[in-house]
């Protein structure tokens, strides 16, 4: 049975101060792991794939990295609005379902 | 391009009740899959339909069925609701089997069950 291990589950940040999420997984044979931002009471909104290990994705102040046991979701001095629930998921299955982690909460201070 | 859609936004319900949730799929994309999450958790996955067949299913009792039409939009139906069901109801789509691995989100139904 697939796995998603997120951490920490609650994050608090100073603007500009960077960090790292963390994304643990276990599936039988990786098809892509994603992740998502998603803001309370909305949907998640996709932010990256990752397909194999040493992939690196970017996105403003956001970096997703990929090793064979977990992902990395880097980001780079962060303001205010980045504020929101970050989730991680992979993907397995004939039905390619997702396959979700608990999410991480990232507050970030002005 | 037009995004995924949900209907209702929020919905109360008594225990017991039926409930059917809708979903119209982001152009393009043949294949819709629902999601449960329940308050602090991330989503789990109830099942997926592609051109209008079930095409997969999560762990969850015969109470949640699913419809897909002919033009991809679906519908979620749970009956004999109970008060374990309130949670977020999020449907999202995708180009199917032939195409990439991405899902996109709908904004979701909140269903409360009294």
């Known amino acids: 049975e697939d796995q998603v291990t997120q951490s920490p589950e609650a994050l608090r940040l100073q603007e500009g101060e960077s960090s790292s999420l963390n994304c643990s997984y276990t599936?039988?044979?990786?098809?892509?792991l994603f992740w998502y931002r998603q803001d309370p009471g909305k949907g998640p909104e996709f932010l990256f794939t990752?397909?194999?290990a040493g992939e690196e994705k970017e996105k403003e102040r956001l970096k997703a990295t990929l090793t064979k046991k977990e992902s990395f979701l880097h980001i780079t001095a962060p303001k205010p609005e980045d504020s929101a629930t970050y989730l991680c998921?992979?993907?397995?299955?004939?039905?390619?379902?997702?396959?979700f982690g608990s999410g991480t909460q990232l507050t970030v201070l002005p | 391009e037009t995004g995924v859609t949900q209907s209702p936004t929020h919905l109360i319900k008594t225990r017991g009740q039926q409930v059917t949730l809708r979903c119209s799929s982001q152009?393009?994309?043949?294949?819709v899959s629902w999601y449960q999450q329940a308050l602090g958790q991330g989503p789990q996955f109830i099942f997926q339909?592609?051109?209008?067949?079930?095409?997969g299913r999560g762990n969850f009792p015969p109470r949640f069925s699913g419809l897909q039409f002919p033009n991809y939009s679906s519908e979620l139906n749970v009956n004999a609701l109970e008060l374990d069901d309130s949670a977020l109801y999020l449907c999202?789509?995708?180009?199917?089997?032939?195409?990439?691995?991405?899902?996109?989100f709908g904004p979701g139904t909140r269903l409360t069950v009294t």
């Open positions: 999202a789509s995708s180009s199917g089997l032939a195409g990439g691995l991405e899902q996109y």
């Open positions: 599936v039988s044979g990786l098809r892509g």
């Open positions: 990752l397909y194999s």
């Open positions: 998921a992979v993907v397995s299955g004939s039905a390619r379902q997702l396959t």
């Open positions: 152009s393009g994309h043949n294949t």
């Open positions: 339909y592609y051109r209008e067949e079930e095409n």
